[in-house]
């Protein structure tokens, strides 16, 4: 179901100009980007009042992150330091609801995904030119940051657009088999972008998102062999031109894989599993890692560094932040995610639409991963924008978005 045609058709090319501007947003920084988040959600909730359309409600993997969101607000009211957790854990709530808008504003009007799609793309090459500049200003540099400074990674971005990007152009090619002649030159240059950042784990997660999508989309041999001859190109090239580069990758594998003892995740990790112990039922409230950690001097002194303001890992702030209760909560979100996803679907014969959010989930979700931030902005940003996107993708295959089901 779509808007009729006798909606004023101002209406439709806001919306695409709006979907665009997530362009424009994130390369401004942190802030400027969360606007953008809220403000969708509030044309979101502004067109379901005109259209009387709030079925959404009823989703179960909704429901079920309104009930985790609720348990984040008591567990906050409950902590030692509830001014400060209540900040992050009430405003938590806008990340599923801004999965539940964007997949439907998109229905609604189904030339945004191009604009959303091409705002992506817009914003990985001014990243990509940025990133360039500051190399070349600061080439002894071992990260990168973009746009913003000293605030957000770079490498946030590239994994955040670029893996949905690089998805979408590789089904292309599996769709229209000429398309390689461009989609396998962006996804290499995508892949070589997250190379330049210096992050190790963007990188890596990268090529864990794309290799999942060849290997179960079953794509061609010759779709294989392109994009992994490209990528080593990819790497050399970089490798060469950039030795530093070169040195950190290789130290990074060796010696700051996150749960190798050199690593810089190692300790707050720990620190997060020492407190998730202490805290088993409850937890001890999000954002109250660190004043935490410094409450407790057998915590702090577990190593010389700071105590940090998050243990950097999805789940082990979400156990020792939100204990045993919030855990399971949690997972059974994820797990409600994929079911949304696979629901009256043959998963042995499985769309390539289907697949690419498949994959996408399984990436920004994966356990073993460094993350900034379980409950606040950072990186939340990225990781629900890409499954704000994989529904998108299932619901357009599907071709049903449950619209009118009350």
């Known amino acids: 179901m779509t808007l009729s045609a006798s909606k004023p058709i101002y ?21 400027a980007s969360d606007i953008w988040l809220s403000m969708t959600i509030v044309i979101f909730l ?13 989703k179960t993997w ?12 008591v567990t906050s009211l409950i902590s030692q330091w509830p001014g400060s957790s209540l900040e992050d854990s009430a405003a938590w709530i806008r990340f599923p609801l801004f999965a539940i808008a964007l997949p439907i504003l998109l229905s609604r ?44 990674k770079s490498g946030w971005l590239v994994l955040g657009f670029g893996l949905p990007v690089s998805i979408w152009a590789l089904s292309e090619v599996r769709k229209k088999p000429r398309t390689v002649l461009w989609a396998v030159p962006m996804v290499a240059l995508i892949y070589a972008t997250a190379i330049l950042t210096g992050e190790i784990y963007i990188t890596l997660a990268l090529t864990l998102g794309v290799s999942l999508f060849l290997i179960f989309s079953q794509s061609s041999f010759k779709l294989l062999l392109s994009v992994g001859t490209l990528g080593i190109v990819g790497i050399f090239t970089i ?21 190798l003892e050199g690593s810089d995740y190692y300790v707050p990790w720990s620190r997060g599993l020492e407190i998730f112990q202490r805290n088993p039922i409850i937890g001890i409230g999000p954002k109250n890692h660190e004043s935490y950690c410094n ?10 560094t700071a105590c940090y303001p998050h243990p950097h890992q999805l789940y082990i702030q979400t156990a020792s932040e939100t204990g ?20 009256g679907k043959n998963w042995r014969a499985l769309s390539l639409s289907t697949t690419s959010a498949l994959c996408l989930l399984i990436t ?17 940003f990225f990781t629900w924008l890409a499954i704000a996107w994989a529904l998108s993708l299932v619901a357009s295959d599907s071709n049903r978005v449950n619209v009118g089901k009350s």
């Open 46 to 58: 502004l067109y379901c009042y005109v259209e009387k359309e709030w079925f959404w409600l009823r």
């Open 364 to 380: 920004v979700l994966w356990p073993i991963s460094t993350y900034s931030h379980a409950f606040g902005q950072h990186k939340n």
């Open 295 to 304: 409450f407790i001097s057998e915590i702090a002194s577990m190593s010389t």
């Open 109 to 152: 009007h189904p030339k945004a995904r191009n604009f959303f799609l091409a705002g992506l793309i817009v914003s990985l090459a001014v990243l990509l030119i940025v990133l360039v500049q500051e190399r070349i200003n600061n080439p002894d540099a071992e990260r990168l940051y973009g746009t913003w400074g000293q605030s957000t």
């Open 11 to 31: 209406i439709k090319y806001f919306i695409y100009m709006w979907i665009f501007s997530v362009s424009v947003f994130t390369l401004l920084g942190n802030a």
């Open 324 to 343: 045993l209760i919030g855990l399971t909560i949690f997972l059974l979100m994820i797990f409600a995610l994929f079911s949304e996803l696979l629901r």
């Open 239 to 259: 490798f060469q031109l950039v030795p530093q580069v070169a040195q950190r990758f290789q130290y990074s594998l060796t010696h700051r894989l996150p749960w």
């Open 62 to 73: 909704f429901q079920v992150s309104f009930v985790f969101w609720i348990w984040l607000i």
